[in-house]
């Protein structure tokens, strides 16, 4: 209730806050409120500046509050015209530009699902998800550009639109939107969906608290992806209380986090408008024509808050750009990093490299919670290597095997008490079956988030890598985080993936590593690789095997994927390819005469 109130959350929250308080799947929080969730984030009016867009093909656009509210208001219009109605589900593969936040407003002002993924998915990866939800409305970009290419989509939308037969809303980019809709069985472009309507007042239903707002989808490689449903009251709070307080972030503010429609981070980027900021979206690769690109739009933007991923600031640090030299970020004041754990080094170029001033907050939490479970606290020090601290009003912990909190010891990270942005449930999972299986079977009435973590001495949270993909030689429970963060110090690793090998009644570790130009895993090399890490974490740390491949797979949103490899390299099928951006370096991994030795 505090942060309601402290945030001004436009809606009534009714007389209860909390029922079943003490049963993580029979809580409900706020249970007699009604709210809107565009209404809230709807907050501003006049010509400031809600929306900054970039474009790789140099591409600008700037949406007014007023523009933004006015395309609602005729997006509503017109979804209701087409049938759009409260519970319907509304499913875009667009790129992340404005049209695609005024198109989910609209959805969500009239109490219609989103669901959203990028363009760059194959035929297939976008039925797995938009097939499973039956969406009333199906939107699509006509193409889009990534590292300097035209990507021309229209066959892919012509499949997809074919196979969930719903009609086709087609936003123009960087193709042909009019000849796309023309082709489709019942497609309109932007322009004429929205032709008929004038721009009045918008029209906000007021629904429940839990009333569903987005689906989103888990992004790993062990079969269909699971569609987790998000209430409208959790995704607002959880990003007012982590943009407000946990970020400081002020209206008129520029925010920025590069991410696509696919990843979570959008979710979480666009709430922003909540509390008045501007958003700067960006769409495209970070490196094309260069590695200056973000920097360069940062700078001429002012961002106020950068938000970013691990691997792209290890990226920035391997390129030798220095940007604090090259660029005026006198502006930025918070970094955010998610999507893998940002090592050691990460946090020493950042404060070195790109602003000494800063706020470096690293942070954790996933698509689960659609937020964080541990991020920053801009009332606490930095410390490197560590993220600052659990989220506000979040009982997370860290547990052994026994079920025990352990302090100087790794174990999984928990949440014991239930909190608003929990799921609502997972679509097609009518007994919760798959929901329990995901977080409460380890430890009863308690999430297990299957992070590998550790307390810190100063009370922050260090993330060693995803529980499932920890390694277990010996019967040592080992992180994958901990050999990265060594091994890709050296000058000649651009980039490593580790996983444990069943052998000889054991496990062993296997690194495999993506060499920088030039660069040789001779003798001397694969010495250096194993002293570095025998030095840097442990002896049970060091590899028994050390490979070059040429490329690492990898999820659309950029995280490395330990469980395909070690599937490919014990045999077993992947099941769910369409969740790689890179599908095809799985086969580098296959059947090596390395690993039969």
């Known amino acids: 209730m505090a942060i ?9 929250p009714g007389a209860r806050l909390l029922v079943n308080g003490g049963d993580m799947l029979g809580a409900r929080f706020f249970p007699d409120a009604r709210l809107n969730f565009a209404e809230n984030l709807l907050s501003q009016r006049g010509a400031g500046e809600a929306i900054i867009f970039r474009g790789e093909d140099k591409a600008r656009d700037t949406w007014s509050w007023d523009r933004l509210r006015d395309n609602v208001s005729r997006l509503q219009q017109a979804m209701r015209a087409a049938g759009v109605r409260e519970g319907d589900r509304v499913a875009a593969m667009m790129p992340n530009m404005p ?18 993924c990028s363009p760059d998915f194959g035929e297939q990866g976008v039925l797995d998800r938009f097939g499973q939800i039956a969406p009333k409305l199906f939107i699509a970009c006509d193409g889009y550009w990534y590292n300097g290419k035209l990507q021309d989509v229209a066959d892919k939308v012509r499949t997809v639109a074919a196979a969930l037969a719903v009609p086709v809303l087609v936003v123009p980019y960087a193709g042909d939107a009019p000849a796309l809709a023309a082709s489709l069985a019942d497609g309109r472009t932007f322009a004429d969906f929205i032709a008929p309507f004038e721009a009045r007042e918008v029209e906000y239903l007021l629904l429940p608290f839990a009333h569903p707002l987005y689906i989103l989808f888990s992004s790993g490689t062990t079969g ?12 607002l ?39 008045g900021a501007t958003l700067c979206l960006f769409d495209g690769s970070p490196f094309a024509p260069d590695e200056k690109v973000l920097f360069d739009y940062a700078q001429d933007e002012r961002f106020a808050v950068f938000g970013t991923s691990a691997k792209y600031i290890d990226a920035v640090r391997k390129s030798g750009l220095v940007p604090r030299e090259t660029h005026d970020l006198s502006h930025l004041r918070l970094m955010t990093s998610t999507g893998s754990p940002l090592s050691p080094e990460g946090f020493s170029f950042v404060y070195e490299g790109i602003k000494s001033d800063i706020h470096l907050a690293s942070i954790s939490g996933g698509t689960d919670i659609v937020s964080c479970f541990v991020l920053g606290n801009p009332l ?5 290597g560590e993220i600052q601290g659990p989220g506000l009003g979040l009982a997370v912990d860290v547990w052994n095997d026994n079920g025990q909190p352990v302090r100087g010891e790794k174990g999984e990270l928990v949440c014991t008490r239930p909190f608003p942005s929990m799921p609502i449930r997972f679509w097609n999972d009518p007994e919760g079956e798959k929901y329990r299986a995901a977080y409460f ?20 949270i260090i993330i060693h890598g995803r529980s499932d993909a920890t390694l277990n030689p010996g019967g040592v429970r080992i992180g994958t985080a901990e050999i990265y963060n060594q091994v890709e110090q050296l000058p000649e690793i651009a980039e490593a993936i580790c996983i444990g090998q069943d052998w000889d009644g054991d496990v062993r570790v296997v690194l495999f590593v993506r060499l920088a130009p030039g660069a040789v895993l001779d003798d001397e090399l694969v010495k250096a690789i194993r002293n570095q890490i025998r030095t840097g974490a442990s002896p049970r740390h060091v590899p028994a095997k ?16 330990e469980l395909a490899v070690r599937d490919v390299v014990h045999g077993r099928a992947v099941k769910n390819k369409e969740a790689l951006a890179n599908p095809e370096a799985l086969d580098l991994f296959a059947d090596l005469l390395e690993l039969r030795t």
Not at 4 to 12: A, I, L, S, T
Not at 380 to 384: A, D, E, F, L, T
């Open 441 to 460: 079977d380890r430890f009863e009435n308690v999430w297990c988030h299957g992070d590998f973590a550790e307390w810190t001495e100063h009370g922050g």
């Open 380 to 384: 606490k020090p930095v410390w490197r």
């Open 237 to 275: 709070l959880q990003h007012l209380k982590e943009h407000r307080l946990h970020c400081s972030i002020e209206a008129g503010e520029r925010l920025f986090y590069f991410t696509t429609c696919g990843w979570m981070m959008w979710n979480w980027l666009v709430s922003g408008l909540a509390v």
């Open 224 to 235: 269909v992806p699971k569609c987790i449903v998000h209430s409208a009251g959790g995704v």
């Open 546 to 561: 050390v490979i070059a491949v040429a490329d690492i797979p990898r999820t659309k949103s950029g995280k490395i994927v």
């Open 4 to 12: 309601w109130q402290f945030c001004g959350v436009k809606g009534e």
């Open 99 to 116: 049209e695609t936040v005024a198109l989910m407003l609209a959805a969500a002002s009239i109490g219609a699902v989103w669901s959203s």
